[in-house]
């Protein structure tokens, strides 16, 4: 009986010291408007995430509540530029916060994007700076145009259809088999080789679609990353190199082309000039590389594929968009302003309507909607007047940011590429600075900007100069679920060849 009691008491107290503690951690933040029952506990943003319809359900959040609205006990999200760049630019003493740990794809070794600490961050960025942007890897365009090259090699071989032979192709997949193989290319020297064998060689696409959606989920509970730090949890829960399959093969993969550069002959100094080979001149360990080199495929590779597939969806419902474009390009042939067999990087930039093209579709379906929570420095902040304590975290509301109306004007929801066009000199500049966000900002911007664009430059040229497209069934055009990286099948599609009359 005496033991009973004790129990009791034990759970009452227990009960007490949880209810104090939420009173006190509601109170913290009680002027920030948000859902009421996120402002108590993290379920709220487990549920939202759990819907695969994330970015939408914050959507809601910034029209109800504002642009800094709370989302969990200690979590707030922002649809205000200027605070986003107050938060990552060069010298801010905001910092990352824990929700970056779930990327850490080898236990014990970090990467650029989970480095917390700025110092090591800054020092990692600069390693590897020179690499990502192409300046000591010259191999980087005619790596991508080999890969784009081999798709346009798969398409002609088994998906152009004709009038008597139909052959529906999923371009969802083959997307992701360009940006997979393109970006392991890069990334270690050698393609994974779906496009070549038009299969999702080794798994990775399947189990990384497996992974994801708990890898995200990981990021919005705190207390469920504690666990990770734990070596027995960590051992089941991340890929391992044995693994014949999924995310474990691409690690040996990695492994393996890494320690090839390193051994006798090959090691820092080579003259080799790619991107593998610029991180490790710059001082990067073999473990250091292969970890950069996963991030590099994780966060390069869904991002990319993301942009390509919902970008050509864009296109072929938008008629105006896709002749207005197609003839743009057709016009470029003509005049021989682009190359054969794939347009350079520079001639895409000269070509208007594209670049406007690229522009509407990052804005109006951003490939990356995670919180990327930044955390409030010592001593707090004051935001739009009202006091914010420090450690909290501030996560970005994408999808609203790149909707503003106030910035895009009142059609902000609709796919309209001449909005970049038309803009006033004064507009067109304010549109710029907030769309760039779309790559994050300042000390954390996206170090694979240069690459992504390359790529995004050359794919819609090719796929459009080459070939026209039609739905399948446009009343289920594609399957998509949002993790903050949008997991996306079926986007089925018609492709024939096309022969402009004009190009005759
Ligand atoms: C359309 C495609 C892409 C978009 C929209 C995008 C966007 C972003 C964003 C928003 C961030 C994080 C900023 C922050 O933490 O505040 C980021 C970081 C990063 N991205 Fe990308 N990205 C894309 C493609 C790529 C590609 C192709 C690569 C690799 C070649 C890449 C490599 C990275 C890396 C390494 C980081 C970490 C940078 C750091 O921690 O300092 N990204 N990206």
Not at 347 to 358: C, D, F, G, S
């Amino acid at each position: 009986m005496a033991v009973l009691q004790v129990l009791i008491r034990i759970i009452v107290a227990w009960v007490i010291v949880q209810i104090v503690a939420s009173y006190i951690s509601y109170r913290r933040l009680s002027r920030i408007p948000g859902p009421w029952f996120a402002r108590w506990s993290s379920l709220w943003l487990v549920g939202a995430v759990w819907r695969r319809q994330s970015h939408l359900k914050f959507y809601e959040i910034a029209k109800n509540y504002g642009p800094l609205a709370r989302i969990g006990p200690n979590l707030l999200m922002t649809s205000d530029p200027e605070l986003l760049k107050r938060m990552s630019a060069a010298r801010s003493s905001y910092a990352r916060s824990d929700w970056y740990l779930a990327f850490r794809l080898m236990p014990g070794i970090d990467n650029v994007f989970t480095m917390l600490d700025d110092k090591q961050h800054t020092k990692r960025r600069s390693q590897m700076h020179n690499g990502y942007l192409g300046k000591e890897n010259i191999t980087l365009e005619a790596t991508i145009d080999r890969n784009i090259s081999s798709l346009l090699d798969l398409i002609r071989r088994s998906y152009v259809s004709k009038k008597s032979d139909f052959r529906p192709m999923d371009l969802a997949e083959k997307s992701q088999f360009l940006a997979l193989d393109a970006i392991l290319d890069i990334a270690t020297g050698a393609a994974m080789g779906d496009l070549k064998n038009d299969k999702d060689v080794n798994s990775y696409l399947k189990i990384t679609a497996a992974v994801l959606p708990s890898l995200i989920m990981i990021g919005s509970v705190p207390s469920v990353q504690n666990f990770l730090n734990i070596p027995f949890i960590a051992k089941r829960l991340f890929p391992n190199a044995e693994d014949e399959i999924g995310m474990g093969k691409l690690i040996r993969i990695a492994q393996e082309k890494v320690a090839e550069r390193f051994s006798s002959g090959t090691g820092p100094g080579n003259a080799q000039m790619d991107m593998l080979q610029s991180f490790i001149n710059h001082g990067l360990s073999q473990d250091e590389a292969v970890s950069e080199s996963l991030i590099q495929i994780l966060g390069g590779f869904d991002t990319t594929a993301g942009a390509i597939r919902t970008f050509m969806l864009y296109i072929i419902t938008s008629p105006h968009v896709y002749s207005t474009l197609q003839a743009e390009l057709d016009r470029a042939v003509l005049e021989s302003k682009i190359s054969s067999p794939v347009v350079t990087d520079n001639e895409a930039r000269e070509l208007p309507y594209l670049q406007a093209v690229i522009k509407e579709g990052l804005r109006i379906f951003p490939p990356g909607t995670g919180l990327m929570a930044k955390q409030v420095p010592p001593g707090g902040d004051k935001i739009n007047g009202v006091f914010v304590p420090a450690g909290t975290k501030i996560g970005v509301n994408m999808w609203a940011l790149l909707r503003r109306k106030d910035v895009f004007g009142v059609d902000s929801d609709v796919f309209r590429p001449e909005r970049w066009l038309e803009a006033s000199a004064e507009d067109l500049q304010k549109m710029e600075t907030v769309s760039e966000l779309v790559w994050g900002y300042g000390k954390y911007v996206c170090l694979g900007k240069s690459v992504a664009l390359t790529e995004l430059n050359k794919i819609f040229v090719e796929l459009l100069r080459n070939f026209d497209w039609k739905l399948v069934d446009p009343t289920k055009p594609m399957k998509s679920a949002c993790y903050g990286i949008f997991v996306m099948s079926d986007l089925w599609v018609i492709v024939t060849e096309r022969h402009p009359k004009s190009l005759k």
